[in-house]
């Protein structure tokens, strides 16, 4: 599903050179879940950025269903973005002058599906059901929970059905309990469509009911028992 | 719908938020910006209509005069020819010179114009009599209304004419002809009604020392305003006099009309700017919003959204501020002329005076839109915004993703 091979990202900062990536390579196959660890700073966010076409790295190449992102132009790297890879952010980034429907029909407005506006809108209402938010669907985002945004931000990522979920510490910013729902409900819904699923996390637990863990230290992926 | 169009749509009333304000200021801005513009090409337009119909109406629409100075001979055959040319409604003999005219001890000199008495009416339009009537018979004389109470002449009263011709006639005693006012009329125009005597044919020729002929040939015809008819019919005339000089009413009075012209243009061009002005401010409005939603242009990048999409949706919500405000602009525009003696009206109560009714001694306003400049006011402003909505957006689309999201 996701293949990345020897992956290298330097920045450059103010008299400093920050290798945050040194040929890290990764495997990633269908249905798979894969927890990223590592502590702060090891660069776990970028290497999210890079594997999800948003971050060109200096060299090493990441594959997505089979199309290689960065030897292709960025028009085709965000086609494929659009259609393969659904994003879930820590801060969920929900567009605040958007409805609960609008919000998780946002990736399929890309138009990467063709598919018409009225089917748009039955998947998205079909997702905040199954997320349940079924009675929120024409609320406003500043209306819900942060757990209930984070609900919508993972309904959002599934509407163009892809088949890779890049997740960056989807629980960072909720309470112990209420994180644990929102996994709960990943972890189902990435086991019903068989998605694929690699996720950033600092939580031992949240790991460990992944398939695999690997740790990024100094730059390399490291599988972890 | 589009998704730019849809994106545009929805920043442009978010909730709760000071951008609506921001959104609606500048939206206003553009309403006054365009709307001062079009009143203001108005009131110049009917000014400019309200001179040329002042002109029309009093002064003759074509001149016929000999090339090198002289007089015109057989003046009634010619008149008679040229009245046979198509579109021409009147030919009238005359002649004008320079004269001192005195009553009651006080001189003034206007222009002495001599005409036919029966065709004078047909070629000059002074049906608007203050007082008496418009009878040139005789020893008789009809002046504008501000010439008689220059001379505080009334009708019924006799004037002394002097003529300059005679003065220079060596020798000889010379009187003064003596004529009698029949009317005054009231143009509605200065220049006109401070500045003339009307007089028979007989007696400008007396004065001039003339036995026959006239210096001039007037025509009046049927639509002067007509650019194309009105250039046939000079046409015409110019086959038929060709040993003559043709002088048209806008050859007369040419200067009047590039001043017009230039006055309007200049006040056009500074207007301008008022709605350039406006357009800055829906151009930082923009820029306030693509920084205010760098998150969501990130966000939207990394879920695909093409930098064009991402564009074309801040251009949109430039573009749909300056339509909605042009096209209210317009709409203001209108309101505002419709209601615009009124507007006046209220402002003079409180002690401003727009137009001094002494100063252009007009009853009311005149204003006319012109559809034309309505359509290139509306479309150098969309342009205008164009360009300042292109920056802005430019800017929220070559936004990297990456560091739109790091900023979370």
């Known amino acids: ?225 | 719908m589009p998704f730019s169009l849809f994106l545009a749509l929805k920043y442009l009333k978010p909730k709760r938020s000071v951008t609506s304000v921001v959104t609606l200021v500048s939206v206003l801005g553009v309403i006054l910006g365009v709307a001062i513009v079009i009143i203001v090409r108005a009131v110049m337009t009917g000014f400019g209509d309200m001179w040329r119909e002042k002109i029309l109406d009093f002064k003759p629409h074509i001149t016929i005069s000999p090339l090198n100075g002289g007089v015109i001979v057989r003046e009634e055959a010619l008149c008679k020819r040229l009245e046979q040319v198509p579109g021409v409604l009147a030919a009238s003999p005359g002649l004008e010179t320079r004269v001192l005219v005195e009553c009651r001890r006080r001189v003034v000199a206007p222009l002495l114009v001599g005409t036919d008495p029966l065709r004078a009416r047909r070629v000059m339009k002074l049906d608007r009599m203050a007082s008496g009537e418009f009878n040139i018979e005789g020893d008789s004389a009809v002046l504008g209304v501000d010439l008689a109470s220059e001379l505080g002449v009334t009708v019924g009263e006799d004037i002394l004419v002097y003529s300059p011709m005679n003065l220079v006639v060596k020798n000889e005693v010379y009187f003064p002809e003596r004529l009698t006012v029949t009317g005054i009329y009231d143009s509605g125009q200065r220049d006109f009604d401070a500045g003339f005597v009307v007089t028979s044919i007989a007696v400008a020729r007396d004065l001039m020392g003339l036995k026959s002929g006239v210096y001039s040939i007037h025509l009046k015809v049927a639509d002067p305003q007509n650019r194309d008819a009105f250039k046939k019919i000079v046409e015409d005339v110019r086959m038929l006099t060709p040993t003559y000089a043709v002088r048209t009413w806008q050859e007369i009075d040419s200067q009047l009309f590039n001043a017009l012209a230039v006055e309007k243009n200049m006040m056009v061009i500074l207007l301008m700017f008022i709605t350039v002005v406006a357009i800055f401010c829906v151009m930082n409005t923009l820029i306030v919003l693509t920084v205010q939603k760098t998150d969501e242009v990130g966000l939207l990048k990394a879920l695909g959204f093409s930098s064009w999409q991402v564009m074309v949706a801040f251009v949109l919500h430039g573009w749909i501020q300056c339509i909605v405000g042009t096209v209210l602009g317009i709409g203001a525009a209108f309101l505002i002329l419709q209601n615009l003696q009124g507007l006046v009206g209220c402002l003079a109560r409180v002690g401003v005076e727009v137009f001094p009714k002494d100063i252009y001694g007009l009853a009311q306003i005149p204003w006319r839109v012109v559809p034309g400049e309505v359509v290139v006011v509306a479309v150098s402003v969309i342009l205008f915004c164009t360009f300042a909505s292109f920056l802005p957006a430019w800017r929220a689309a070559r936004m990297d993703p990456v560091t739109a999201l790091r900023r979370e």
């Open chain 1, 1 to 225: 599903m996701l293949e990345a091979t020897n992956l290298h990202k330097t920045y450059t900062l103010p008299h400093k050179r920050v290798e945050v990536l040194r040929g890290a390579s990764l495997r990633v196959g269908e249905g798979e879940r894969v927890a990223v660890v590592g502590r702060s700073g090891a660069g776990k966010s970028t290497l999210l950025h890079v594997l999800g076409g948003l971050d060109r790295p200096e060299t090493g190449e990441v594959s997505v269903a089979g199309q290689s992102l960065y030897t292709s132009s960025a028009r085709v790297r965000t086609a494929v973005r659009a259609a393969h890879i659904g994003f879930v952010f820590q801060s969920y980034h929900l567009l605040p002058e958007m409805d609960v429907t609008e919000n998780v029909m946002l990736p399929a407005m890309t138009g990467v599906l063709k598919i018409p506006r009225s089917e748009m809108r039955r998947r998205a209402l079909e997702l905040i059901k199954q997320v349940g938010l079924a009675d929120r669907a024409t609320h406003m985002p500043l209306e819900l929970s942060g757990g209930e945004q984070q609900r919508v931000a993972l309904a959002r990522a599934l509407v163009n059905e892809p088949a890779l979920i890049l997740a960056d510490e989807p629980t960072g910013n909720l309470d112990r309990s209420t994180g644990g729902q929102i996994m709960e409900l990943l972890f189902g819904l990435s086991r019903t469509r068989g998605l694929a699923l690699v996720m950033v996390t600092h939580s031992p637990e949240t790991a460990a009911l992944c398939d695999r863990v690997v740790e990024l230290t100094e730059g390399l992926l490291v599988a972890k028992a």
